[in-house]
């Protein structure tokens, strides 16, 4: 007997392979064809726990290197090169890779994403010549040598200098101090022989900041000379990856070894760059690499799926405690309390996994159009995409951390059997919210993007320089779009009607709840202005002002990609054919739309936009949504198509 | 150059050996001398890192043995028997221990605590002088079987059936099925000889419900006849630990092996009980081994510490990013960002700490009480300290959850380094939600107490009948009890005035915030009374109605155990003279009880108890009092006596 006793609404019936197919979308060949990779590797989940740490490196590179094999991880790379030609497909791959063991999806990521797309995206011909058929089978593997010890997410202030030797027309790489070492970079500890280094440009007696370099760490096994080499030793997860420390003394490299896309050094040690301004240069080459936070975003909301699919499932057989009966055990997910641990998650999952669809689909526009004739496109969609890109990095590898732990927490003490796959998914998953960037830091650049309205300006500033430019310049015009009557307008946009739209619109019309997050959003970004500028006409230091007000920052973003995020849920729901996918899509679509209200119900009271009584309603009608998607809760996380051998956990989803 | 620019208050000094003084209590000696054994085998955080599983667990073992020669282990035992005699020093040396490698912790949780103490609690005489010096010792290490596959947290449903045979005194253990298979049990798989087994007790064709018995699991180290026994492998941490399956076939074991002290069985087959309720008897027998729930929320409190002296370190020195100057980068712990993820949840560290300090106390008396001649003591007592116990315990664990996660984020990629001691930490801690009762359910048996006032009846009925009773018959007394009228009156304790209490107090008047959460706590208690009542006048099964409230019910039950929190804390900083401790303990004490209102504003919001512009007040008396504890944090952290050992984490506290 179900718990269930409100009155019977019938539930829609989801056609599961439609489903996935919806989900899977354009790219449904290249996600199959990771699927059957996976399937025909799925060993190496078991022999993660059981092999030493060298024999699983030694694993997952044969691994990786076999797929590559399959044209699987090699989608992102010009057909002329053993490529696939098809940037969107390779980030799909990669997002479908994340079902599987994630030291070979990290693996792939670091030799595919951050090695390779360096050299494709930093690098000229010569470069692309030399290396790019080698590294798309796998046979050259390499490094991304970026993050120093001291400088983790301030790359602009690393430490390692690149001084051109005009008398040998050569690059003298070196490593100053110790916490200029190269830290935690992927490859080093022992399967890389080329690293993409990034160093200090010194020409002459001018610095003129952080350039990529391809230098050789090891001949023929060996460690190079002048390189000194460091294991990073056990990690937390992901430890069939040789993460390593990178040391250099005076290590000569010649002028060519530069990835020169946009700055060189003649000969006769002439420094020119097509990019002027040393920073908007510096965050031209960064922006190349957005690959990656899309890449691993994609990767978090994928291994959440892993972990729902398994909670659900179980969640879904086992029983526990005599609820309603005398006789039989109650199903746990026919408790009131397990639906709302588990269900809103699902729903968050399908409207990340949306979102994410948007962000791959504006990074394959961008860039197959900056590698046809006309470039690079417009700078403006370039850093929309950039902070797209952050902040749905962000929101899916914290939901990827957050609902690992509550399926792990939801299956007791089972869950904590590695055959169950939450030991895996929880350690390897980590050190998503800190790598690509750390969370709060681009959160953060998502916010600088909105307070500027994504200006030119942005990109000519130092890190300090945008502080002040935010904090002194941006204000007027954010307070200014963003005043109390422009908020309404844009409401009304969704919700004609006069200043009582929050009241009088439907609670579960996707107008209503677009116009809410809309709302909350550019309030949040004008409140932000306000503060900032009381701080600057106070006469505070711009840096100080801003740290004071750094919550409500990482709140406006959070918020403008929380608004986006729902936006592309609607707009996929509105899209479908009537009929019960798209029923069933609809209520998680107001399931995700109303938790998110919901739990940021105490700022909607707090600026006027919700009553006692609705917000009260809003947590009514979630938990009634909640009972509502219950039956259809197995569909939908088989529609994910997470294969049978990535979930494991026998005596779990059976 | 700092970034706090408000006007300078000046800081309070910290003493901070009289502040451990503090924190010890009265058990300062056994703490250090388990911080000084814990400093003898610190090679063992690393040695669980190299190890085999085989080897890691051998390790743990002898390290437990060498331990318990010290005295540290055995302190809960009776002197007779060779242990300490003291219960409450037996707590402190298991919270202490919560610093180190947390396989030894549990693996002494396993042996002394839940073995140990189950043949102390419920077997009489002739099971102490056969078993406790032995397994004071370590000579003789056991297993507590309680748990099964198919009942994790239905204990009272569980499979393993033991039949008594009149004709040669024995019971007869046998597990029916694969669901009533013993598991994750501790010691099982390689080291235990002896176990305490929970099986539903069968004399002649009535069963009596569930009895423990002593069964020898090994003999001369191979595995005894009629028991199998299986490994449950590698596990998300604890590989210290051996845990495993067990299954009986048909073993007997004699008349003498039940553990009697509150039910027996006649050599001819007669049952009795000196508790007659079969219900009260289980809940009885239960409810000797709160002391296992104790211990785990003190390690959890405890583990979290450990976390935020790393974290807390290391955002006092390193530099991220010129925020405020050209030259220099900005403290971690300067930015404002920073300070509201790390701060509060030193607050409540701190909160929790004195929470915990209360509910050993009162189980110490309650269980010295109950060792005299006077017996068990007041059931009214028993009951409340059991409640309180569950809470604190569930309130202790997830805030170790979360803190690691939030300190290792604060970390960056070091945080994901073995070395840096995160990597232990969250994978050790991670069971600690759900093992010793899963954190949910526990919260439920909270409120059924409250919902109940620990009624008697309450220990009467199974689990069914607690869901009936409390939603047929004590709901109308809940709804007296805090009658609008009646929770006014219980707020004028506190704070004398009309009912405009809440906007007229002070914002840092802990009287105002005792008030706000007592508030709280009764307002939910009577929303589900008044919700059970609905469902139930409305005909609705009970078991029904108490599902769809189960997220009211949770809540209110932690509300309930926040109320307590803070009361302790108050409590504490009151009793304190003048100085900079109780100065600063004062900042903490406000810093965590206007964090805790500010997380449920809405709810008081939504029941009127906070206006919008106190609501946003109090937001910015959160970052202010963050801004006034920083300058505090680093000796608020030392405070705890962290052997720098224990930390580890070479380039990150320096």
Request: aromatic share 6%; proline share 3%.
């Amino acid at each position: 007997m179900a718990l269930d006793t409100a009155a019977p609404v019938s539930a829609p019936e989801i056609d599961v392979p439609a489903l996935t197919a919806l989900l899977d979308g354009e790219y449904a060949e290249i996600r199959d064809l990771v699927r059957s990779n996976l399937t025909a590797y799925a060993s190496v989940l078991e022999e993660a726990e059981r092999l030493d740490t060298a024999a699983y490196r030694d694993r997952v590179r044969d691994l990786v290197v076999e797929m590559a094999a399959t044209g699987q991880t090699g989608m992102g790379f010009p057909v002329e090169h053993g490529g696939g030609g098809d940037i969107g497909a390779s980030i799909a791959a990669f997002e479908t890779l994340a079902y599987g063991d994630l030291s070979v999806l990290v693996k792939v990521g670091v030799q595919f994403g951050l090695f390779g797309g360096a050299i494709l995206q930093l690098g000229t011909q010569r470069h692309h010549d030399a290396y790019l058929s080698d590294l798309v089978t796998g046979r050259l593997l390499g490094c991304f040598a970026m993050t120093e010890t001291g400088h983790g997410s301030n790359v602009q202030a690393l430490g390692t200098v690149a001084r051109y030797d005009a008398t040998t027309q050569e690059f003298v790489i070196t490593t100053p101090d110790d916490s200029a070492r190269k830290d935690y970079i992927g490859n080093a500890a022992q399967h890389g022989e080329l690293a993409v280094v990034f160093a200090q440009l010194e020409v002459g007696d001018r610095s003129e900041g952080v350039h990529a370099f391809v230098v050789p760490i090891r001949v023929d096994g060996e460690v190079a000379p002048g390189v000194r080499i460091e294991d990073d030793g056990r990690k937390m997860g992901l430890n069939g990856i040789d993460n390593g420390r990178i040391w250099f003394d005076d290590v000569r490299v010649p002028r060519e070894a530069l990835l020169n896309r946009f700055a060189d050094v003649s000969p006769e040690g002439v420094y020119e760059s097509s990019v002027e301004n040393p920073n908007r240069r510096f965050f031209t080459m960064l922006g190349t690499l957005v690959q990656g936070r899309v890449c691993v975003g994609g990767a978090g909301i994928n291994a959440a799926k892993v972990a729902l699919a398994i909670a659900t499932k179980y969640a879904a057989r086992r029983r526990q405690f005599e609820a309603t009966s005398d006789t039989e055990e109650e199903l746990l997910l026919d408790y009131g309390l397990h639906q709302r641990r588990l269900l809103p998650l699902v729903a968050r999952t399908y409207a990340l996994h949306f979102a994410q669809d948007v962000v791959r689909s504006q990074l394959h526009e961008v860039f197959s159009r900056a590698q046809s004739p006309e470039g690079a496109g417009d700078e403006h969609d370039r850093r929309a995409l950039e902070a797209r890109a952050a902040g749905t990095k962000a929101l899916g590898t914290w939901h990827a951390t957050r609902t690992i732990q509550e399926c792990r927490e939801a299956c007791g003490g089972a869950g904590y059997l590695a055959v169950n796959r939450f030991a895996a998914l929880k350690a390897d998953t980590d050190i998503f919210t800190t790598f690509e960037g750390d969370n709060h830091v681009l959160l953060q650049l998502v916010a600088k993007g909105l307070l500027t309205d994504y200006a030119s300006e942005f990109e000519d500033l130092d890190q300090l320089g945008m502080v002040r430019f935010v904090t002194n310049l941006a204000v007027e015009t954010v307070i200014e779009r963003t005043s109390a009557h422009k908020l309404l307008e844009r409401v009304r946009d969704l919700l004609p009607g006069g200043d009582q739209w929050d009241q009088e619109a439907g609670i579960l019309d996707s107008d209503y709840h677009l116009a809410m997050l809309r709302f909350r959003e550019e309030h949040m970004l004008s409140g932000v202005a306000r503060r900032l500028k009381r701080g600057i006409d106070q006469g505070v230091n711009p840096g100080s002002v801003f740290s004071q007000v750094q919550d409500h920052v990482v709140a406006a973003a959070n918020a403008h990609v929380e608004r986006l995020v729902l936006e592309a849920f609607v707009d996929r729901v509105r899209a479908l054919p009537d009929g019960g996918n798209k029923a069933a899509l609809g209520l998680l679509c107001d399931l995700y739309a109303l938790t998110t209200i919901e739990a940021d119900r105490a700022w909607f009271m707090e600026h006027g936009r919700l009553t006692v009584v609705r917000s009260k309603a809003i947590s009514r009608e979630v938990g009634e949504l909640c009972r509502r998607v219950r039956p259809l809760a197995v569909d939908l996380v088989d529609a994910w198509g997470v294969p049978a051998e990535m979930l494991r956990s026998p005596d779990l989803v059976g």
